[in-house]
């Protein structure tokens, strides 16, 4: 078996980190923080004024367009921004590691606010194709993984797990702003639409305005750059994990996305990344998301009310963001709704979405970003997120680019596929995935030194882990979420 030896730390472990102006500045509140963040206002996937321009755009170059076509080019446009999403997983990792948590964010605005003004003038220039180029820029946001990076490491550990699931929260009001603009009476018609989505640049311009007011990670400032006196402002009660964790970082050296791969003791945090982000995204919610319209109006809900029914959906996800239900009962509930045709079905489709929804806002869709961060010690978290990046944009890409096309061929039964990803993931974590909640990084990865086949061993000193004679590592680890 081999052994991760880590040196004897060299502080005690005294005082409060709740306190810490690192989680509270003294200059804002720290929900404008994860507002800024977080609340973005996205164009709603489906807007018919769009399919419409699109097909006038067609056919004023080419002649008539069929169904077939428009179908493909309306499933590239939706798939561009997941393919963009991948593209920018991959500059996750180089990105935090030279400019930090902060100055990435910073950096990042770039991708909303350029996009944004592509967008706004695309009705005006008579062009889908910089709809679809625009689409793709703004997937290549790394808020998506740099934000729970960000408020994963300033996060006290008794308050890590809650922090990181308010980012979903401001995800999900983003979307039901988006839903409410795209209303045909507000901003979804045919002379509203390219206002609603130059929309989009403004959260990021608010951002890059206020987040210089805010610190950067003190774990990235005392493991990375070595600048104690910076991380110690208000962190004194963390500096003993975190130095215990740069010791043992010395050790390993920063790792690269190829070295995570072959490392022994973070094989099943990576296995774990992977298979967490490949069920939320090919659980089917977003075929949910992206093609809501579709879906209502197949299910027999009367076309002037879908978008009402798709506000209420996003609404629900709002404010159920903070309660679990059934995630496989509710997809099964779903799909056998769709199987006849009689008259109350549409009302029983709506409540089984909604319920669908519901059992996605807490578990599948904030947790994986949320366990990425506590799996991952320093060194290792930055190309973590960048395989779960990856993995989760390019499981993205392909429901939204295949979906139209597989229920169109297989009707209902398409969401059998995502029920059988569903239970498997679920197997997957009850099995494996161990509880988290209250634990050190280091804790955690003790947690999973048995299952690796490695020891954790840390010599005397005043480290927060220790060799416990009670609970052995395999029994921790049946301590699952559930």
């Given at each position: 078996?081999?052994?991760?030896?880590?040196?004897?730390?060299?502080?005690?472990?005294?005082?409060?980190?709740?306190?810490?102006?690192?989680?509270?500045?003294?200059?804002?509140?720290?929900?404008?923080?994860?507002?800024?963040?977080?609340?973005?206002?996205?164009?709603?996937?489906?807007?018919?004024?769009?399919?419409?321009?699109?097909?006038?755009?067609?056919?004023?170059?080419?002649?008539?367009?069929?169904?077939?076509?428009?179908?493909l080019l309306w499933s590239v446009?939706?798939?561009?921004?997941?393919?963009?999403?991948?593209?920018?997983?991959?500059?996750?990792?180089?990105?935090?590691?030279?400019?930090?948590?902060k100055g990435t964010l910073l950096?990042?605005?770039?991708?909303?606010?350029?996009?944004?003004?592509?967008?706004?003038?695309?009705?005006?220039?008579?062009?889908?194709?910089?709809?679809?180029?625009?689409?793709?820029?703004?997937?290549?946001?790394?808020?998506?993984?740099?934000?729970?990076?960000?408020?994963?490491?300033?996060?006290?550990?008794?308050?890590?797990?809650?922090?990181?699931?308010?980012?979903?929260?401001?995800?999900?009001?983003?979307?039901?702003?988006?839903?409410?603009?795209?209303?045909?009476?507000?901003?979804?018609?045919?002379?509203?639409?390219?206002?609603?989505?130059?929309?989009?640049?403004?959260?990021?311009?608010?951002?890059?305005?206020?987040?210089?007011?805010?610190?950067?990670?003190?774990?990235?400032?005392?493991?990375?750059?070595?600048?104690?006196?910076?991380?110690?402002?208000?962190?004194?009660?963390?500096?003993?994990?975190?130095?215990?964790?740069?010791?043992?970082?010395?050790?390993?050296?920063?790792?690269?996305?190829?070295?995570?791969?072959?490392?022994?003791?973070?094989?099943?945090?990576?296995?774990?990344?992977?298979?967490?982000?490949?069920?939320?995204?090919?659980?089917?919610?977003?075929?949910?998301?992206?093609?809501?319209?579709?879906?209502?109006?197949?299910?027999?809900?009367?076309?002037?009310?879908?978008?009402?029914?798709?506000?209420?959906?996003?609404?629900?996800?709002?404010?159920?963001?903070?309660?679990?239900?059934?995630?496989?009962?509710?997809?099964?509930?779903?799909?056998?709704?769709?199987?006849?045709?009689?008259?109350?079905?549409?009302?029983?489709?709506?409540?089984?979405?909604?319920?669908?929804?519901?059992?996605?806002?807490?578990?599948?869709?904030?947790?994986?970003?949320?366990?990425?961060?506590?799996?991952?010690?320093?060194?290792?978290?930055?190309?973590?997120?960048?395989?779960?990046?990856?993995?989760?944009?390019?499981?993205?890409?392909?429901?939204?680019?295949?979906?139209?096309?597989?229920?169109?061929?297989?009707?209902?039964?398409?969401?059998?596929?995502?029920?059988?990803?569903?239970?498997?993931?679920?197997?997957?974590?009850?099995?494996?995935?161990?509880?988290?909640?209250?634990?050190?990084?280091?804790?955690?990865?003790?947690?999973?030194?048995?299952?690796?086949?490695?020891?954790?061993?840390?010599?005397?000193?005043?480290?927060?882990?220790?060799?416990?004679?009670?609970?052995?590592?395999?029994?921790?680890?049946?301590?699952?979420?559930?």
């Open positions: 078996m081999a052994v991760a030896r880590v040196p004897p730390g060299s502080s005690s472990c005294s005082g409060s980190f709740l306190s810490s102006p690192w989680l509270l500045p003294p200059s804002a509140p720290p929900w404008t923080l994860l507002a800024v963040f977080l609340l973005e206002v996205r164009p709603p996937p489906e807007p018919p004024p769009m399919k419409l321009f699109y097909t006038r755009i067609y056919e004023d170059r080419y002649g008539p367009m069929s169904d077939n076509l428009l179908t446009t939706v798939s561009m921004f997941p393919l963009g999403g991948f593209f920018g997983s991959l500059m996750v990792a180089p990105l935090v590691n030279k400019f930090g948590r950096f990042n605005n770039i991708f909303s606010i350029v996009p944004a003004i592509m967008m706004g003038v695309s009705e005006v220039a008579g062009s889908f194709e910089i709809i679809i180029a625009a689409r793709f820029l703004v997937g290549i946001c790394l808020s998506s993984n740099v934000v729970s990076m960000y408020l994963g490491e300033i996060a006290p550990k008794n308050y890590r797990g809650a922090i990181g699931i308010v980012p979903q929260l401001f995800i999900t009001i983003g979307i039901v702003v988006a839903q409410v603009f795209g209303v045909r009476n507000i901003l979804g018609n045919m002379e509203g639409w390219p206002i609603m989505l130059g929309l989009t640049g403004i959260p990021a311009a608010i951002e890059l305005l206020l987040l210089p007011f805010f610190p950067e990670s003190p774990r990235y400032m005392l493991i990375q750059k070595g600048d104690e006196k910076t991380a110690r402002k208000g962190t004194e009660g963390e500096l003993c994990e975190m130095r215990v964790e740069e010791q043992s970082e010395q050790a390993e050296g920063r790792l690269s996305v190829l070295n995570l791969f072959t490392f022994r003791s973070l094989r099943w945090q990576l296995l774990s990344v992977i298979f967490m982000n490949m069920g939320q995204q090919l659980s089917g919610v977003n075929a949910i998301y992206y093609y809501a319209d579709s879906i209502y109006s197949s299910a027999g809900v009367a076309d002037d009310h879908v978008q009402y029914v798709t506000v209420g959906t996003g609404a629900v996800n709002v404010f159920m963001t903070i309660a679990a239900v059934s995630h496989l009962l509710s997809l099964l509930l779903f799909f056998f709704n769709f199987i006849t045709s009689l008259d109350w079905i549409p009302y029983v489709s709506i409540v089984c979405v909604i319920t669908y929804v519901i059992g996605h806002a807490i578990g599948p869709s904030p947790i994986p970003n949320v366990i990425t961060t506590e799996m991952f010690r320093q060194s290792s978290r930055p190309p973590a997120f960048m395989v779960a990046g990856t993995v989760h944009w390019l499981s993205n890409f392909t429901v939204g680019l295949v979906f139209p096309f597989l229920e169109r061929g297989l009707g209902a039964y398409s969401f059998i596929i995502f029920a059988c990803i569903c239970l498997a993931t679920l197997i997957y974590i009850w099995v494996v995935i161990p509880e988290t909640k209250n634990k050190t990084f280091l804790e955690t990865s003790k947690l999973f030194a048995h299952r690796n086949k490695v020891d954790i061993v840390v010599e005397a000193g005043d480290s927060e882990i220790k060799e416990t004679g009670g609970e052995s590592s395999e029994q921790e680890i049946k301590n699952t979420f559930f």
